[in-house]
T-cell receptor, first 115, second 113 residues
Framework: AQTVTQSQPEMSVQEAETVTLSCTYD???????LFWYKQPPSRQMILVIR??????QNATENRFSVNFQKAAKSFSLKISDSQLGDTAMYFC????????????FGKGTRLSVIA | DTAVSQTPKYLVTQMGNDKSIKCEQN?????MYWYKQDSKKFLKIMFS???????INETVPNRFSPKSPDKAHLNLHINSLELGDSAVYFC????????????FGPGTRLTVL
């Protein structure tokens, strides 16, 4: 069974600063995908970034980037130039790569961006 | 143009009642899911349907019964509601060639009194 661990229940960062959220996972699968989802107070689940396990290059989406360390089974999210609108719960998630399989989520990290 | 919609968004009911939550997606996806988010914000899969057929049924009490009348709809019916059923229920959908991304509905907050 796959597990996802987020060791930081809460974090805070000053506006315009950089913050890194940690995620580790455990799996025996070789083909899988990793995701970071954002859940603001509106409770909508928003995909922030995705990474295919077979790709060595770290994914980036504007101010969001990941540090994917496959051997260490680590998948951290870096948010640069933090904005007030980044305040949200962030969930790391894992999916087996056979397609259309459910997401396995970590317990989330509550991020507060302070003005 | 809402991609994945759920109704209702809020549901308050008494213990012992039966209630349904509806989900519709207009993305042409072939797989739909129900996730439960508990009071500690933990999200867990409940059911998964592919082309109207149940493919995943996690250890969920059989008071919960999903129904998929067609590929665009996946409803969740809950019998004999209990206090512990209070949670946010998310519907999601995906398609094999859409880079494995799942699109989520806005969630339904169920409160059982």
């Amino acid at each position: 069974a796959q597990t996802v661990t987020q060791s930081q229940p809460e974090m805070s960062v000053q506006e315009a600063e950089t913050v890194t959220l940690s995620c580790t996972y455990d799996t025996s699968e070789s083909n899988y995908y990793l995701f970071w989802y954002k859940q603001p107070p509106s409770r909508q689940m928003i995909l922030v970034i995705r990474q295919e396990a077979y790709k060595q290059q770290n994914a980036t989406e504007n101010r969001f980037s990941v540090n994917f360390q496959k051997a260490a089974k680590s998948f951290s999210l870096k948010i640069s130039d933090s904005q007030l609108g980044d305040t949200a719960m962030y969930f790391c998630a894992f999916m087996i790569g056979s397609g259309n399989t459910p997401l396995v989520f970590g317990k989330g990290t509550r991020l507060s961006v302070i003005a | 143009d809402t991609a994945v919609s759920q109704t209702p968004k809020y549901l308050v009911t008494q213990m012992g009642n039966d209630k349904s939550i509806k989900c519709e997606q207009n993305l042409g996806h072939d797989t739909m899911y129900w996730y439960k988010q508990d009071s500690k914000k933990f999200l867990k899969i409940m059911f998964s349907y592919n082309n109207k057929e149940l493919i995943i049924n996690e250890t969920v009490p059989n008071r919960f019964s999903p129904k998929s009348p067609d590929k665009a709809h996946l409803n969740l019916h809950i019998n004999s509601l209990e206090l512990g059923d209070s949670a946010v229920y998310f519907c999601a959908s995906s398609y094999l060639t859409s880079r494995n991304e799942q699109f989520f509905g806005p969630g339904t907050r169920l409160t059982v009194l």
